[in-house]
């Protein structure tokens, strides 16, 4: 039977490896197992290589990973009967450092997986999580968590060492109730709280009032106080101040009065001395004037005062020819003006005639023909209607026109316009004189 077992050892790893391995190795994060022969008990090797006689020693491996653990537990009553909820966050892993640990998690643990061996951990913890609870209220695993925490972190340890698993940590995540307990007692808490904080506020305001009264009196006792000082030492200052300009001023206007008189003194000579200067400058002036003149006077005697007599003569002769031909010119201009005008009158007084006549007949002729000469005359009118109708269209430099597609189009389109704006004229001229160009026209036929 033992060569049987051996040789079907050997075959299995000769088929999983394609040949017989002699030496093993494996990472920080499992631990490897050999037993079989000269083995007893197996070797245990976590991290690290071993040497595997095939077919006569076998080799397993276990899983050092360290396993996170979500731990519910849901509506468990407590202490007082009150049904709550309560999640645990655990992290453990199989210890592989101490030997009676590793051994006893081979034992309980050797060909599972990771996920069945945190199945067995995980209802190990939430059986004693459990029992927690049940011996706790509601108000200590609330308020007092970390003390929740190390008693199930506590309880677990001594049970899961047996196993060889090591809880590495354990914190509480969530509690909560279906029946708004904790919900209640976070409302008494939180009035509570509110009220103290209400309070507290209260009194630092009115602390806070007190000292800034306090505070805003000193303020103003040390402000007058500093004003009554400052008060006092203008008054010394203006009082010196005043004695000082008193006494400065005095000194000052006696030195400008002296300064001044020396100044008017100073500037009386100086006049004095400029009024002989310019007494001597005018009498030399008049001096050099007379002797200038008589120069002069004989200057003009011998070169202008004859020949100017002469030249005189001359113009006053030519003056007395342009005077008499000025005279002759303006007298034939205003007969010629005189002769112009009463022809020109008499034009104007022919041709008034002329128009009071050709109104008198025409008035004669519209007493005698009524509406027919007064259709004559709008007719007489029409070609310059016409002529101011079409004026803007003459001066235009440029028309477009777009066509729909259902009439004229060009000269002719706006011709039509033109002659169309005509032919409502005889409606316009009855409107405005109640002469109907239609009617009149028939019955002079």
């Given amino acids: ?104 998690a081979c034992q309980m643990f050797m060909g599972k997986s990771d996920a069945e061996i945190a199945r067995i951990a995980l209802e190990t913890l939430e059986g004693h999580q459990r029992a927690i609870i049940a011996h706790l209220t509601v108000e200590e695993i609330y308020r007092d968590r970390k003390k929740f925490s190390e008693q199930v972190f506590k309880v677990a340890s001594s049970d899961l060492v047996n196993m060889g698993i090591s809880v590495v940590s354990y914190t509480l995540k969530d509690v909560h109730d279906d029946q708004d307990y904790l919900h209640s007692l976070g409302k008494a808490r939180t009035a509570q709280v509110q009220k103290d904080a209400r309070i507290g506020e209260a009194k630092n305001k009115r602390d806070a009032v007190i000292r800034e009264a306090h505070a805003m009196q000193e303020k103003v006792s040390a402000q007058y106080k500093n004003e009554i000082d400052m008060a006092k030492a203008q008054r010394d200052y203006e009082l010196k101040k005043a004695a000082y300009d008193i006494e400065v001023n005095t000194k000052k206007a006696e030195s400008e009065m002296a300064y001044q008189l020396q100044v008017a003194k100073t500037k009386q000579r100086i006049e004095e001395e400029k009024m002989q200067v310019q007494v001597v400058e005018r009498t030399q002036q008049i001096m050099l004037q007379e002797q200038e003149i008589t120069r002069r006077e004989k200057e003009l005697e011998a070169k202008v005062m004859k020949p100017a007599d002469a030249e005189r003569y001359r113009l006053e002769k030519l003056a007395e020819a342009q005077r008499l031909k000025l005279i002759m010119e303006a007298e034939a201009e205003a007969e010629s003006i005189r002769i112009k005008g009463e022809a020109e009158a008499f034009a104007v007084e022919a041709r008034g005639r002329a128009d009071a006549e050709q109104m008198a007949k025409k008035a004669e002729a519209f007493q005698q023909y009524k509406d027919g000469a007064m259709v004559d005359m709008l007719l007489e009118q029409l070609p310059l209607m016409a002529e101011e109708i079409s004026k803007p269209l003459c001066e235009a430099h440029k028309i477009t026109m777009v066509s729909s597609g259902g009439g004229e189009v060009g000269a002719a389109k706006l011709s039509g316009e033109v002659l169309e704006i005509m032919t409502r004229l005889p409606e316009a001229v009855e409107k405005l004189t109640g002469v109907s160009i239609s009617r009149v026209g028939s019955l002079t036929q």
């Fill in 1 to 104: 039977m033992t060569c049987v077992y051996h040789s079907a050892l050997c075959f299995g790893f000769q088929s999983g490896g394609g040949s017989a391995n002699m030496f093993y190795t494996c990472g920080p994060n499992e631990a490897m197992v050999v037993s079989g022969f000269c083995r007893s008990p197996p070797l245990m090797i976590p991290g690290g290589r071993v040497f595997v006689i095939p077919c006569i020693q076998q080799i397993q491996r276990i899983s050092l990973n360290t396993l996170t653990l979500n731990v519910k537990s849901d509506k468990v009553y407590t202490r007082h009967g009150v049904p709550i909820s309560v999640t645990g966050i655990a992290q453990m892993k199989i210890q592989g450092q101490n030997k009676q640990m590793l051994a006893a």
